[in-house]
């Protein structure tokens, strides 16, 4: 309990004012626990908080960067990576509350409640917190924001103890802030102090923004640093703190703030090279106008072209200390600008149990080639089988010498005199197609045939079944030495020579006007063939059948003259 007028025995731990923390921050009465993560920069007016706040939507933990030099914030979502750029309020964080109309940062003391206007502090005694002997400090403190006075708690380290962290060790170390309302005994907030770390360089890297600028507000770079054969000093150099050497100079060459810095890399060849790397972002896209009196920075590309334009002229030399009596020249020689020439490759299609329809592709048309004139053709044959049956066809040259075929005679027994008639169907020739040119084909119709067939009748007595057979026989025969006579010629159409002008491809002639040419491979083509074959079955089957019926009535005469022949023994 805070005791007014009560004099202080000890005097209050300095509290630093560049520091990095981890705290975490217990709510009794909502039941509370979170963590943050802060950069406190008072010097430059800098800070940076993580944090992953307690709501009903469970939001994503997010980073924010605080930069009041020109009342910037820069939120990003630390899950999704998206960053939003905006304007410090009174209401933010870190924000002095009796800053009136112009944004001013806390202090170090502020931050911690250690420091205000109607502040008091006393020292109380030691008590054990966290299993520490501590030195406890309490004080009074009027909370502009919330307009009600607060008792304060502070716990530090004996000097018995000692706390190691980051590059330092301490004697004193801020363990615990605990926050009550004035007169009350009930703990509205205790501060836990996981790890704080006083430091005197900035490390800006901690302050990435570069994700909140697109790729047409940054431009990423690379300078050659000739450092010669200096082996012994760069392996004495710490590259943490020449980066932030170089930084720093390149920050105030081209009059912009460290923070647009970003994405720093350096790197050693082994030989006598170093390659620095980083990425300059643009100035931020509004103005806050709670800020006065904010610094001027360049754009972009002014500020690129100023570092560019001195690397260039050689007169960019930084020495980065390695001892107190040695230091390592770094001399630029090459700038370069990082290029993206080439897209990005784009995922691979997820493979289906579909087949991909094909892609059709365009083809050229194919132009028509002229036919070659010829002044040769062949005569169209006919052949006339015995039933006057007449096959007109212009044979072919082949590769191959044709096979000629000689229609099959057909044998007609009938046991009376009949008179048939058989029409001939004429044959159909195949049309002709493009592109090619060919001679046309044309078939003369033939006129219905009349043939009467002379028979005999056939007696039941054996002389009269021989005779019959004898017929058969010579009738086969004449009928076998029919021979194959030429029809009427039959106009064709022969190619005519296309480089007469006005003259048609094609002409008629007469083949019994010229003198047929002999061709070492001719013959028939294959709708011929195949036109006596199909006649050949025909008669084929025809004859068989006949002989079926021959036979059939021979054997019914054998037996009724048999059975004729018993009866007149029966008689005798």
Same mark, same amino acid.
């Given at each position: 309990?805070?005791?007014?007028?009560?004099?202080?025995?000890?005097?209050? /731990?300095?509290?630093?004012?560049?520091?990095?923390? !981890?705290?975490e921050i217990?709510?009794?009465?909502?039941?509370?626990?979170?963590? =943050?993560?802060?950069?406190?920069?008072?010097?430059?007016?800098?800070?940076?908080?993580?944090?992953?706040?307690?709501?009903?939507?469970?939001?994503?933990?997010?980073?924010?960067?605080?930069?009041?030099?020109?009342?910037?914030?820069?939120t990003?979502?630390?899950?999704t990576?998206?960053?939003?750029?905006?304007?410090?309020?009174?209401?933010?964080?870190?924000?002095?509350?009796?800053?009136?109309?112009?944004?001013?940062?806390? #202090?170090g003391?502020?931050?911690?409640?250690?420091?205000g206007?109607q502040?008091?502090?006393?020292?109380?005694g030691?008590?054990?917190?966290?299993?520490?002997?501590?030195?406890?400090?309490?004080?009074f403190?009027?909370?502009?924001?919330k307009?009600?006075?607060?008792?304060?708690?502070?716990y530090?380290?004996?000097?018995e103890?000692?706390?190691?962290?980051g590059?330092?060790?301490?004697n004193?170390?801020?363990?615990?802030?605990?926050?009550?309302k004035?007169?009350?005994?009930? &703990?509205?907030? &205790?501060?836990? &102090?996981?790890? &704080?770390?006083e430091?005197?360089?900035?490390?800006?890297?901690?302050?990435?923004?570069?994700?909140?600028?697109?790729f047409?507000n940054?431009?990423t770079?690379?300078i050659?640093?000739?450092?010669?054969?200096?082996?012994?000093?760069?392996?004495?150099?710490?590259?943490?703190h020449?980066?932030?050497?170089?930084?720093?100079?390149?920050?105030?060459?081209?009059?912009?703030?460290? !923070?647009r810095l970003?994405?720093?890399?350096?790197?050693?060849?082994?030989?006598?090279?170093?390659y620095?790397?980083?990425?300059?972002?643009?100035? %931020?896209?509004?103005?806050? $106008?709670?800020?006065f009196?904010?610094?001027?920075?360049?754009?972009?590309h002014?500020a690129?072209?100023?570092i560019?334009?001195?690397?260039?002229?050689g007169v960019?030399?930084i020495?980065?200390?390695?001892?107190?009596n040695?230091q390592?020249?770094?001399?630029?020689?090459? !700038?370069y600008?990082?290029?993206?020439?080439?897209?990005?490759? $784009?995922? $691979? !299609?997820?493979?289906?149990?579909?087949?991909? $329809?094909?892609? %059709?592709?365009?083809?050229?048309?194919?132009?028509?080639?002229p036919?070659?004139?010829?002044?040769?053709?062949?005569?169209t044959?006919?052949l006339?089988?015995?039933?006057?049956?007449?096959? #007109?066809?212009? /044979?072919?040259?082949?590769?191959?010498?044709?096979?000629?075929?000689?229609?099959?005679?057909?044998?007609?027994?009938? #046991?009376?005199?009949?008179?048939?008639t058989?029409?001939?169907t004429?044959?159909?020739?195949?049309?002709?197609?493009?592109?090619?040119?060919?001679?046309i084909?044309?078939c003369?119709?033939?006129?219905?045939?009349?043939?009467?067939?002379?028979?005999?009748?056939?007696?039941t007595?054996?002389?009269?079944?021989?005779?019959?057979?004898t017929?058969?026989?010579?009738?086969?025969?004449?009928?076998?030495?029919?021979?194959?006579?030429?029809?009427?010629?039959?106009?064709?159409?022969?190619?005519?020579?296309?480089?007469?002008?006005?003259?048609?491809?094609?002409?008629?002639?007469?083949?019994?006007?010229?003198?047929?040419?002999?061709h070492?491979?001719?013959?028939y083509?294959?709708?011929?063939?195949?036109g006596v074959?199909?006649?050949?079955?025909?008669?084929?089957?025809?004859?068989?059948?006949?002989?079926?019926?021959?036979? #059939?009535k021979?054997?019914?005469?054998?037996?009724?003259?048999?059975?004729l022949?018993?009866d =007149?023994?029966?008689?005798?």
């Amino acid at each position: 309990m805070f005791c007014s007028g009560k004099g202080q025995a000890s005097a209050f /731990p300095a509290i630093p004012e560049r520091f990095t923390l !981890i705290k975490e921050i217990v709510k009794p009465g909502l039941q509370h626990i979170t963590f =943050e993560k802060v950069w406190f920069n008072w010097v430059n007016k800098t800070a940076r908080i993580d944090s992953k706040p307690i709501d009903d939507a469970d939001t994503n933990p997010k980073k924010e960067v605080l930069d009041f030099n020109r009342g910037i914030k820069y939120t990003t979502d630390a899950f999704t990576g998206r960053c939003e750029i905006s304007l410090i309020t009174k209401q933010d964080r870190l924000v002095a509350p009796n800053s009136g109309d112009q944004l001013r940062m806390v #202090s170090g003391k502020e931050y911690f409640k250690a420091e205000g206007a109607q502040t008091t502090r006393q020292y109380v005694g030691q008590r054990v917190v966290r299993g520490i002997l501590s030195d406890v400090y309490i004080g009074f403190y009027f909370d502009d924001v919330k307009k009600t006075n607060y008792t304060a708690e502070w716990y530090f380290t004996t000097p018995e103890w000692v706390q190691a962290t980051g590059f330092v060790e301490e004697n004193t170390a801020l363990l615990q802030l605990v926050v009550k309302k004035a007169n009350d005994p009930m &703990i509205e907030e &205790i501060y836990n &102090i996981i790890q &704080i770390d006083e430091f005197d360089a900035v490390d800006w890297t901690d302050y990435d923004i570069s994700g909140c600028y697109p790729f047409a507000n940054r431009t990423t770079f690379t300078i050659n640093f000739y450092v010669s054969e200096q082996k012994k000093a760069i392996a004495a150099i710490s590259y943490d703190h020449a980066m932030r050497k170089v930084q720093l100079e390149l920050a105030t060459l081209a009059q912009v703030p460290p !923070i647009r810095l970003t994405n720093l890399m350096l790197d050693y060849n082994g030989i006598d090279t170093i390659y620095f790397i980083a990425t300059l972002l643009d100035r %931020p896209p509004m103005m806050n $106008p709670l800020l006065f009196n904010a610094p001027f920075e360049h754009p972009l590309h002014a500020a690129f072209a100023m570092i560019k334009g001195t690397v260039e002229e050689g007169v960019l030399d930084i020495l980065v200390p390695v001892s107190q009596n040695e230091q390592l020249l770094m001399k630029a020689t090459d !700038i370069y600008v990082v290029q993206y020439a080439v897209e990005p490759t $784009p995922p $691979p !299609i997820p493979v289906t149990d579909e087949p991909t $329809p094909p892609v %059709p592709t365009p083809t050229p048309p194919t132009p028509l080639t002229p036919p070659t004139p010829t002044n040769t053709s062949t005569p169209t044959t006919k052949l006339t089988a015995s039933t006057n049956m007449t096959i #007109s066809s212009t /044979p072919t040259t082949m590769r191959a010498p044709a096979t000629r075929s000689t229609a099959s005679t057909q044998m007609t027994t009938m #046991s009376t005199v009949a008179t048939s008639t058989v029409s001939v169907t004429p044959c159909t020739c195949p049309a002709l197609t493009c592109p090619t040119p060919q001679a046309i084909r044309t078939c003369k119709t033939q006129p219905p045939i009349s043939r009467t067939t002379q028979t005999t009748k056939q007696r039941t007595t054996p002389s009269s079944a021989r005779h019959l057979t004898t017929r058969t026989r010579r009738l086969s025969s004449t009928i076998s030495s029919t021979k194959i006579k030429h029809a009427t010629p039959i106009t064709t159409m022969e190619r005519h020579d296309m480089s007469t002008p006005g003259a048609s491809a094609l002409r008629k002639t007469n083949p019994t006007n010229r003198t047929p040419v002999q061709h070492k491979d001719q013959g028939y083509s294959g709708g011929i063939i195949g036109g006596v074959a199909v006649a050949t079955l025909v008669v084929g089957l025809v004859a068989g059948a006949l002989l079926m019926q021959l036979y #059939s009535k021979k054997t019914k005469h054998r037996q009724l003259t048999s059975q004729l022949l018993g009866d =007149e023994d029966n008689q005798l």
